[in-house]
């Protein structure tokens, strides 16, 4: 597949001829599900006549269906365009298919879709990861220049390091949520997935900067970092070495070797490790399920999309959610009701913050020492199908990524190896806040000398 870098380069007629192209391809490739338009046998979303780009679906795009994969926003069609669509057209890219997802963004492997599961490229008996799974599949199976995804907990990094491609999430603010589908707004935000480095840089540098729409959209000096990469530039990188020690063996080896690939290239390695991170797993879930039983409910059978038959208003509410959710949405509605509740919230929400204060402050601490920190993006590689049905089992695998989203840190998955199946294995840079430069310049770096 053409990089976006490439892309950039071509005539208005070369570009037409590989949208045609591409849809051909997304068409032959159907099996994969990447998107939702192969999952209900229905043509491509499409928006304008520029670069194509994958949209994942909770994402508005005007006049597109857009579902988040959930039933009960089915018919609901998006009557703007979220910021990053309107930043891409003015750069002449264009959406192009709706990347299937994890209901409301809530889930790991893509299983939890309305529309159905999306297919591992690197091997189908395996998870694509999630929730941006389609956003991933479809760059990693060659049916996407690049796309964009939405990371709340991992969900960017963690399916590009399950499928091999690079996944960016930038610090908190940095890049507009206006008109994004929001699961737990202090921790949200949209992302690039690609094929390489340097083209996340590129496509970030297109969606990032201030949102006056947005009242969580930073307004912090913005500088383009895709003019900019220097992968020779030498830095100070802090291995986690409790996370790669406690990672599988072949995740543990494949780690080890991309840090003395970076010590021999002349990067400072030293090393740390971070608290137990059992913290982080219930802070996170405390608060991104808090938040999101605020946001979700709006989704009432009377504004939005479809709406149950009933005889009165409350069973309007009741048999629309009832029926328009999936188990792992109302799952995490009631864990975030009860902890949002009279006689708990202080037991439990606002002791999470402080937590989440004290995840934060360690991150600082290490920063303070060194320009990235080093460390695994999940435990293992992509599981088979079905063997996260247990909701707890899910959520620890989330162990590595979700403490940088409660941090509001920028952070990158980068391909470093494989194991004896054949899937990937990514390592994790990680940032100082509004510091996109040095995460983009260390996975420049890591890229070039696993590429040799």
């Known amino acids: 597949m053409i990089t976006l870098k490439e892309a950039l380069k071509l005539s208005s007629e070369e570009i037409k001829n590989l949208r045609a192209e591409l ?47 959930s039933k009960i926003l089915q018919g609901y069609v998006a009557p703007y365009n979220a910021t990053v669509i309107e930043k891409m057209l003015e750069a002449n890219l264009s959406p192009f298919g709706r990347a299937n997802m994890d209901e409301f963004a809530m889930g790991n492997t893509t ?95 297109i969606i990032a900067g201030h949102d006056e729409r947005d009242s969580t959209s930073a307004n912090v000096g913005f500088k383009s970092i895709a003019d900019k990469i220097n992968g020779d530039r030498k830095l100070t990188i802090c291995v986690i070495e409790n996370y790669v020690n406690n990672a599988s063996e072949e995740t543990k080896k494949a780690l080890l070797s991309a840090v003395d690939k970076l010590k021999a290239n002349g990067h400072n390695i030293i ?79 606002i002791k999470a913050q402080k937590a989440r204060a004290h995840i934060k402050a360690q991150y600082e601490k290490i920063l303070s020492e060194a320009d990235l920190v080093f460390m695994p993006v999940s435990p293992t590689t992509a599981p088979k199908f079905g063997a996260m049905k247990d909701p707890l089992t899910a959520y620890l695998s989330d162990i590595y990524t979700i ?20 899937l990937n294995i990514s390592a994790q840079l990680i940032g100082r806040a509004w510091d996109e430069q040095s995460v983009i310049d260390g996975a420049k770096s890591l890229e070039n000398l696993i590429k040799g």
């Open 23 to 69: 849809e051909a391809e997304i068409l032959a490739k159907k099996e994969l599900g990447a998107y939702v338009e192969q999952l209900i046998n229905s043509p491509i979303s499409k928006l304008g006549e520029g670069i194509p780009i994958a949209i994942k679906d909770n994402i508005q795009v005007n006049g597109w269906a857009v579902t988040s994969g």
């Open 111 to 205: 299983e939890s879709s309305f529309y159905g599961h999306t297919l591992n490229p690197l091997n189908h008996a395996h998870v694509p990861g999630g929730s941006s799974g389609g956003s991933a599949a479809a760059v990693a199976g060659g049916i996407a220049i690049a796309a964009l995804g939405s990371d709340t907990g991992g969900s960017i990094r963690q399916p590009a390091a399950f499928c091999g491609c690079v996944g960016f999430k930038p610090t908190y603010g940095r890049v507009s949520r206006y008109g994004l589908g929001a699961y737990s707004s202090s921790l949200d935000q949209i992302g690039p997935i690609t094929q390489n480095v340097e083209d996340a840089a590129i496509l970030y540098d």
């Open 271 to 349: 090393y740390r490790n971070l608290e137990d991170s059992k913290y982080d797993v219930a802070t996170y879930y405390i608060i991104a399920t808090a938040e999101a039983s605020a946001n979700l409910s709006r989704y009432d059978g009377v504004r939005y999309g479809r709406r149950a038959e009933a005889k009165n208003l409350k069973e309007l509410y009741l048999n629309s959610r009832s029926e328009g959710f999936g188990d792992e949405v109302k799952r995490r509605i009631l864990l975030g009701t009860f902890v949002l509740s009279s006689g708990y919230y202080d037991a439990y929400y």
């Open 403 to 422: 403490s940088v989203n409660l941090s509001g840190l920028p952070a990158i998955s980068v391909p470093v190896g494989s194991d004896k199946d054949g």
